[in-house]
């Protein structure tokens, strides 16, 4: 079974930067996409970034500010989050699914989640 640990998310001032990190257990890293989607209160989960086999997606609300990578080593995948907005403030999950994140409806596996927030 896989699972999907998240670290990384706290307080930042805006202008800053924090780097998400998720480590997969369970099954073999490289057989999946990952990917990282948000929560903030009141709105509708949104997905942030993607990353298959050397292919990456980003939403337009966060291109040129996140960079998503992955460590297949380390079984992890991360997410750099570079100038950070208020409106970044949510809670960020990991994703995983063997299939292509273009093939994505609702990815399979997820995990509990780490909190950013985003301060004036």
């Known amino acids: 079974q896989v699972q999907l640990v998240e670290s990384g998310g706290g307080l930042v001032q805006a202008g800053g930067s924090l780097r998400l990190s998720c480590t997969l257990s369970?099954?073999?890293?490289?057989?999946?996409?990952m990917g990282w989607f948000r929560q903030a209160p009141g709105k509708e989960r949104e997905q942030v970034a993607a990353?298959?086999?050397?292919?990456?997606y980003y939403a337009d609300s966060v291109k040129g500010r996140f960079t998503v990578s992955r460590d297949n080593a380390k079984n992890t995948v991360y997410l750099q989050m570079n100038s950070l907005k208020l409106e970044d403030t949510a809670v960020y999950y990991c994703?995983?699914?063997?299939?292509?994140?273009?093939?994505?409806?609702?990815?399979?596996?997820w995990g509990q989640g780490t909190q950013v927030t985003v301060s004036s």
């Open positions: 994703a995983a699914d063997r299939r292509s994140p273009r093939e994505w409806g609702v990815p399979v596996y």
């Open positions: 990353i298959g086999d050397g292919d990456s």
């Open positions: 369970g099954r073999t890293f490289r057989w999946y996409a």
